[in-house]
């Protein structure tokens, strides 16, 4: 079906259509295209359970006109669609939306206004701000970022065979437009002109940047009424969007209900695709069919890894108690604090060598996630704190906190910090990561150094009895985040590269670690 926009642009849309009972209408709008995965997923596996489907591909993807630009024009295109819904003669009068990660982010752009029909939102791994995505931390998440707009660049290519093998060579093909400075003209290099955002996504490194406006869709957290269900993982890239999601609608007193599994961004529909299509048919069965009550035991649902089960909650996060770890300068966490003369710690940060990234909150599924970090702990470019074994097991639910008296003698650096898990043969596995570009003024970056509070992404995680905890500080996570070359050039165009040398000082508990416990 070929849908009318308001500039004359028409974008087109499958329409799905049960043969049985009619329990309502569904909404979804991606850039990915209308076929296999997508189509059985949001396509068949609807419409046989009663619902009218409609699947529309984003303006400049799959057939509709115009040229894409990821984002930008969605609020637009999501409100011309709806006017189009109500003339349909098999429109059922209200209707519902779901879908995950850019189909996330169009049920936002739909809320940022909400038509009086849209009556309920299953939201998977969705952001609502992508400036946040890209450039949250200060620095650029280049991996995540180039990596889709190869792949978005490609995906409308012929030849399924010739699709199979850029998907298998990406890592090889990628591994120079990462490495390469200048950040802008690497990343072209590879795409070639076929994704002119990037070059847009990179130049703007500010998020208070008018340009970035009409992907900040903030407003929607403040005009949603409807019951929505939020649905992530532990280590996908956008967790810190949707549990603020989920915070800010539960301020309002907004029908919001939370699932978090142990998946990152793709294995939130393969490991995870059972439960979230249940769930997912429970809460529009309820809210859009009426054909409920199927209501959750508890608004939250989440996985705590490292005890493997599953946890329902009255909330998020749960009520905890405050434990603290003291960083020492023999590199041990400890309940103890230093003496007053304690040294501090020190490590070298070198951009023309960055540390690299192991695993973590990454898009590509193939190197990030959960993963053995070991060979992290080992790098002379970091500092590590290691506790003692756990004489029983510890139950962090929330999000742990970093706080460091860091020095440096170059302003601009960046600093990463990762908790993981050793386990009694000494293997580690991460478990949490906190990353910020710090500048000239902000504390810490000067050579006596100040107060550095790093939150890290929030978990629910059991750390096993005998197993230690261990925190490993860098000044870079390469390729994850485009690395701080430290001469406070432009990111998108600095070539020359400063070595850092930092210190973290930990006399009298300067530096310590925070965990939110169960109790």
């Known amino acids: 079906m070929r849908v009318p926009m308001r500039d004359g642009v028409e974008l087109v849309a499958d329409h799905y259509a049960p043969t049985g009972t009619v329990l309502g209408t569904l909404l979804v709008r991606g850039p990915y295209g209308r076929a296999f995965p997508f189509s059985l997923l949001f396509g068949t596996a609807y419409a046989a359970r009663g619902y009218h489907m409609v699947f529309q591909s984003v303006r400049g993807t799959y057939g509709s006109g115009d040229e894409f630009q990821p984002m930008f024009r969605e609020v637009d295109d999501g409100a011309d669609t709806v ?285 990030g996630g959960y993963t053995d970090d070991t060979a992290l702990g080992a790098r002379d470019d970091v500092a590590v704190w290691l506790s003692e074994p756990l004489p029983t097991a510890l139950e962090v639910l929330g999000v742990p906190v970093v706080e460091l008296r860091h020095g440096t003698d170059v302003e601009h650096v960046d600093l990463a910090v990762r908790l993981s898990e050793v386990d009694r043969r000494g293997r580690s596995r991460n478990v949490s990561d906190g990353y910020v570009r710090l500048v000239p003024g902000d504390e810490g970056t000067t050579a006596d150094g100040g107060p550095v509070r790093l939150p890290l992404d929030a978990v629910a995680h059991r750390f096993a009895a005998g197993s230690r905890l261990r925190l490993v500080v860098a000044g870079s996570s390469h390729p994850h985040y485009a690395r701080n070359t430290g001469t406070g050039e432009p990111p998108d165009t600095a070539v020359r590269t400063v070595v850092s040398t930092r210190t973290v000082a930990v006399a009298g508990g300067a530096s310590r670690l925070v965990l939110p416990v169960g109790r």
């Open 83 to 367: 006017a189009w819904l109500r003339e349909q003669p098999w429109f059922t009068g209200t209707f519902g939306t779901v879908g995950l990660s850019y189909l996330g982010f169009t049920q936002w752009a739909l809320l940022a206004d909400p038509p009086p029909e849209l009556v309920a939102s299953v939201v998977l791994v969705g952001p609502h701000d992508f400036s946040r995505a890209t450039w949250g931390t200060g620095a650029f998440t280049v991996n995540d970022f180039l990596g889709w707009s190869d792949m978005v660049a490609h995906q409308e290519d012929p030849g399924r065979i010739r699709g199979l093998v850029r998907q298998a060579t990406g890592a090889r093909r990628m591994g120079p437009a990462l490495d390469a400075l200048p950040l802008r003209d690497a990343g072209e290099r590879l795409l070639a002109g076929r994704a002119p955002w990037y070059r847009e996504w990179v130049g703007h490194p500010d998020r208070t940047d008018p340009w970035w406006a009409p992907v900040q869709l903030d407003r929607a957290l403040e005009n949603v009424q409807i019951p929505v269900l939020l649905i992530s993982g532990w280590q996908d890239l956008f967790l810190d969007q949707t549990l603020d999601q989920y915070s800010r609608l539960t301020e309002r007193g907004v029908d919001v209900a939370l699932t978090v599994g142990p998946w990152t961004h793709v294995e939130t529909l393969s490991k995870g695709g059972g439960l979230v299509t249940r769930e997912s048919l429970d809460w529009l069965g309820e809210h859009l069919a009426g054909t409920g009550p199927h209501r959750r035991p508890a608004p939250v649902h989440v996985h705590v890894t490292g005890a493997d089960e599953w946890r329902h909650l009255p909330s998020w996060p749960p009520t905890t108690t405050d434990r603290t770890l003291l960083l020492t300068a023999d590199g041990q966490l400890a309940d103890a604090a230093p003496g007053p003369d304690a040294a501090p710690v020190t490590f070298r940060s070198d951009p023309a060598d960055p540390t690299p990234s192991f695993g973590g909150r990454l898009l590509d599924n193939r190197s």
